[in-house]
């Protein structure tokens, strides 16, 4: 069974740093990842979607990686601003099964003016 | 208007009521999935549909049901709400390609209050 793990939980930091945020899962058999932002008590919107073929997909300040052998990703924001205060979550599809959309707990991200 | 639209976005409702949240796409996508989001357990698959004659259950189906009434609508009821069904709902569509390969669109959320 397909389980996605995102470090750390929250994460605080002041305005103007660049930051990374993690996520891990356990099976690296998998079609594609995406990361998602959400607001509190908002619907997801989806960021970025990176193919198992793919290392790396980018927009704007955002580049999120993919080691799939290894069984990890990273979103990396650039020059971060208050208004990227949200949270953020990573799913994957495994190949395996129904290619459901696994998702992980999420990190609280928190930009401090 | 938004390509993935849940209704309603807010509903309160008491123990032992029948509730139906609906949701309707104008992606053109085949699949269909209802998702709860509850605080320290991220979302969790509900259902799922991959065409209107295909309906599956997902992790936590128990106390629920849905219909697929056409292509672009997807409902989820509770048959009889309970306080512990007390969450944030998501609908979300992808198109038939293996794996979703355009990934996944996912509605606004309903928040719905079992009293």
């Known amino acids: 069974k397909q389980e996605v793990t995102q470090i750390p939980a929250a994460l605080s930091v002041p305005e103007g740093e660049n930051l990374v945020l993690n996520c891990s899962f356990t099976d690296s058999a998998i079609y594609n990842l995406q990361w998602f932002r959400q607001d509190p008590g908002k619907g997801l919107t989806s960021l970025l979607l990176?193919?198992?073929?793919?290392r790396e997909q980018t927009s704007g300040r955002l580049n999120a990686s993919l080691d799939k052998s290894s069984g990890r990703s990273t979103l990396y924001i650039a020059a971060s601003q208050p208004g990227d205060s949200a949270t953020y979550l990573c799913?994957?599809?495994?190949?395996?099964?129904?290619?459901?959309?696994?998702f992980g707990q999420g990190t609280r991200l928190t930009i401090n003016p | 208007d938004a390509d993935v639209t849940q209704t309603p976005r807010n509903r309160i409702t008491k123990t032992g009521k029948r509730i139906m949240l609906e949701c309707s796409q104008t992606?053109?996508?085949?699949?269909m999935y209802w998702y709860r989001q509850d605080p320290g357990l991220g979302l969790r698959l509900i259902y799922y549909?991959?065409?209107?004659?295909?309906?599956n259950k997902g992790e936590i189906s128990d106390g629920y049901s849905v219909s697929r009434q056409a292509q672009a609508k997807f409902s989820l009821s509770l048959e009889s709400a309970i306080p512990n069904q007390t969450a944030l709902y998501f609908c979300?569509?992808?198109?038939?390609?293996?794996?979703?390969?355009?990934?996944?669109?996912f509605g606004s959320g309903t928040r719905l209050t079992v009293v």
């Open positions: 549909s991959f065409d209107v004659k295909d309906i």
């Open positions: 992606k053109g996508h085949d699949r």
């Open positions: 799913a994957v599809v495994s190949i395996q099964g129904a290619q459901k959309l696994v």
């Open positions: 990176i193919q198992s073929s793919q």
């Open positions: 979300a569509t992808s198109d038939r390609s293996p794996g979703a390969l355009n990934g996944y669109t």
